[in-house]
Every structure is written in C-alpha cells, then in structure tokens.
C-alpha cells in the first residue's frame, strides 16, 4: 500500500500547521505511516482517501466493541434528544454507576469524570486527604496520564536509581516530582526498599495491575496490596486500559486482588469521554461538600462529570460486555496473537528473539531476549525495530500506533486476525532483509 495518499497528504500538511506542535499528542507517528481516519465500522476504519485498515488502535483502547456498534449508537441517538449535559443527578449516569458497583470488586462508590488523566489525579488526591500524607509510589514504565503527578518516569531514557523520579516533561513543579517516589514492576524488594525509608509519608502505592503489557508476575500485587495495607497507605488500581477488558471485573477479577480506589475509563463508555474513580465509601466521604472548611475535604469536581451521553453510551456497552462468551472470546484472540506472532518471525527468517506479550485483547512486541519483568528489561529490547515494526503494518492495512501495543475488540474476526498475521510475517520478512 501507497504510504499516504493526495488527499491524506493535504489534510497531514494543514495539521501541521494548525496544531500547536503538529500532532494531537505528544508521541510522533512516522510520515509513512500518518492516517487521517474518515470513518470507522466495526473492526476497519477508511483514511481521508478511501484505503481501508484493520484497525488494532481502536482509538488507543477504548473500542473494545469496534467502531459504531449499533447498541451503542442507538443509545447515544436516544440520549441527544433528550439533552446532552445537565451538571446534576440524571438517570442515565446513577445506572452507570449502579452497574460499575455491582461490577468491580473494589467499588463501594464511584465519581466520574472526562479522562483518564483525572481520574489518576483525584485518586492520588483522595488518597492524601484521606491519609493525611503527601507522598505517592509508582513504578517506573508505568503511565498515568499527562497530569504532573503522573508525568514521571514514564518512559526515561536514562533512569534514575529509585526511588527518583524523572520528569516526563519540562514545567512540572518541583513539589510534584519530590512528591513521587519510583519502584519497579514486579519487584517486591524495590518497594520494600521504598517503603522502609519513606513509608510513614505514603499515602498510596498506584499501579497499573498489567502495566502497558508487562504482566504481573505471581504473588507481586498481593504483595503490594500486603506491602500498602502495613504501612498505612492506600492501594490503586490504575484500571484505565485493562478494567471491563480483561474481565467483567477488571484486572481486580482476572489477578484476585482488590485495591482501596481504581480508576475506570477507556473500554467501559464505547468510545465516549468517560472515566471514573470507584473503591471505600469511607474514602469518599472526604468528598462531601458541607466537609468544606470543617473538615479534611478533597475537591472533585468537572462540568462535564455525570454526562448522560457518556453514560448512555456507557450502558449500552456495559449490557454488551456483560453477555455470557465475551470475556473468553477476547482472551482467545489475544491468546491466538501472542502464540502465532513469535512463529511467524522465525518463519520469516528474522535472527532475533520476538515476543507478544499482554493479556485478553492487548498484545505487544518486542524484539530481543526475555523474560520481560519490568521497564528496565522492555528498555534493553530493540526500539528501533520495534517501532519500524509497526510502520510496516501500517504500510499492510494494519493500523497501530507504530511500536505500542495492539487492541483487539470484539468486532475483530478470526479471518481479521489471520490478516494480522499476514500482514505481520511480511512485516517480519521486510526487517529480516534490511538487518
């Protein structure tokens, strides 16, 4: 396939120079593999010149049903006659909240917000309120969302020896970097280590329960739940990418172990602005209004928190996703990628050690031996053909983001994966010849 067409090239030049920095976010697609997306049904979306791909972005996870399911639009249809925004209490989102607490082990209570960024924001928010302590652990590779607390060794190229966190940006207040403290993923020494020189400030552990597509190894979130719950602080479950994906209960159901707060968003609102924060009741009564200059008080608050277009979209998902065979029909596909991937590279004659790795319907590849524990083993691999790998699928009709992990959904056939792996193995041989 042709990298870009007329049309696509006309559109990619006028972004350039309307958008401030000449993208929509802070990661650069390759020029050959640029798209401007027209529309988008099922598992394929067409660019601004009528090429069509299989999609495995899905608008960076949050189309697990695929593009324009007609639940979900018939639902989103009915909800703007009715109105879009009110501010207050309306039907529609007290039903979406209602079913996240039936739903998620963890979840006592629920707020929502727009996006993933501020949900992890008040989460930490609530955890110093309601702690009384200033300090939060993430670990290293882990992302959170853009906010300044989060932005921090999210993905550096030159780590610093923990608990230090990088800045992922320049302008963030030296209060917020001092305020976060740094581990690795799946190493219950690093937060020991941690702990024991700065646990009696913690206010709470956040972790991505299968962080990017590093899974948690056995015993590791127990033993940060074990870890969190003696010292004092809160645990977080940074539930954004695999909550209502890998189970009807998250990452919490499919690992067996259950936080004091998650963050929700993504998979669960059909590809609408919608996030939540859920967990302890008791944690959120740190929200009451009259607490206000009274007591301890953690301001939560957004004009578009409770939208009923998000949350009707969010129900008609939620009833998808809750039919029996949907959580074992998206672990086989994913289970599928993971298998076929690593063979077809050896098939095409590629000399290095290929992985997929992730769970359910998330898989990632990586170029270069295993096992794959943490950031710093997924930083030794090959970036370079990693991110290559990704363009030359983009080049076969296979949309990603070049490098990152590939979404599946439920739209997604077993003659779309067979694409996939077509277009994979010729992806591989391209990269075999030019090593």
């Keep these: 396939m042709e990298s870009t067409g007329p049309l696509t090239r006309d559109l990619v030049g006028r972004a350039r120079r309307v958008f401030g920095g000449g993208t929509l976010h802070s990661w650069a697609i390759p020029e050959d593999a640029t798209v401007v997306i027209a529309r988008g049904q099922g598992a394929y979306v067409w660019d601004a010149d009528g090429r069509e791909y299989l999609d495995c972005h899905l608008g960076s996870g949050p189309l697990l049903l695929g593009h324009g399911h007609p639940a979900v639009t018939a639902a989103v249809k009915e909800q703007l006659d009715r109105g879009v925004s009110f501010h207050f209490f309306n039907p529609q989102v007290i039903d979406f909240a209602d079913r996240e607490v039936a739903a998620v082990p963890c979840a006592e209570a629920v707020r929502f917000v727009s ?38 060794s999210t993905s550096p190229h030159h780590p610093r020896p923990f608990p230090h966190p990088v800045p992922d940006s320049d302008g963030i207040p030296a209060g917020a970097t001092e305020s976060v403290l740094i581990a690795a993923f799946n190493d219950l020494d690093s937060v020991r280590s941690v702990i024991a020189r700065r646990g009696d400030d913690l206010a709470a552990i956040i972790v991505e329960p299968m962080q990017r597509a590093l899974l948690p190894e056995a015993g590791f979130l127990a033993g940060v739940r074990d870890l969190a719950k003696e010292c004092g602080a809160l645990l977080i479950f940074d539930e954004i990418i695999t909550g209502f994906r890998l189970a009807w209960g998250g990452a919490q159901e499919r690992y067996g172990v ?68 949907v959580y ?80 599946l959904s439920l739209a997604h056939t077993d003659a779309d994966i ?10 591989f041989r391209i990269l075999a010849t030019a090593r």
């Design 258 to 325: 259950e936080p004091d707060l998650c963050t929700l968003g993504k998979a669960f609102a059909g590809g609408f602005p919608v996030a939540a924060i859920a967990g302890r009741r008791e944690i959120f009564e740190v929200t009451r209004p009259e607490r206000r200059g009274k007591a301890t008080f953690a301001w939560l608050s957004g004009t578009f928190n409770g939208n009923p277009v998000g949350a009707a979209a969010g129900l008609a998902c939620l009833e998808v996703l809750s039919q029996p065979g």
């Design 115 to 152: 996006t993933g960024s501020e949900a992890t924001f008040y989460a930490m928010r609530l955890a110093r309120v309601f702690t009384g302590r200033s300090k939060i652990l993430k670990f290293e590779g882990a992302l959170h969302g853009g906010q300044d607390y989060a932005a921090q």
């Design 418 to 427: 067979d694409r996939v792996l077509d277009a994979a193995q010729e992806s």
């Design 328 to 407: 074992d029909r998206l672990q086989s596909i994913g289970d599928r990628l993971r298998a076929e991937l690593p063979v077809a590279a050896q098939e095409a004659g590629l000399d290095v050690e290929v992985q997929a790795i992730g769970d359910g319907p998330v898989v990632q590849v990586f170029f270069g031996p295993g096992p794959l524990r943490t950031y710093r083993d997924v930083l030794a691999t090959d970036q370079n053909l990693r991110k290559q790998f990704g363009v030359e699928l983009v080049k076969r009709g296979v949309l990603t983001n070049p490098g990152e992990k590939l979404y």
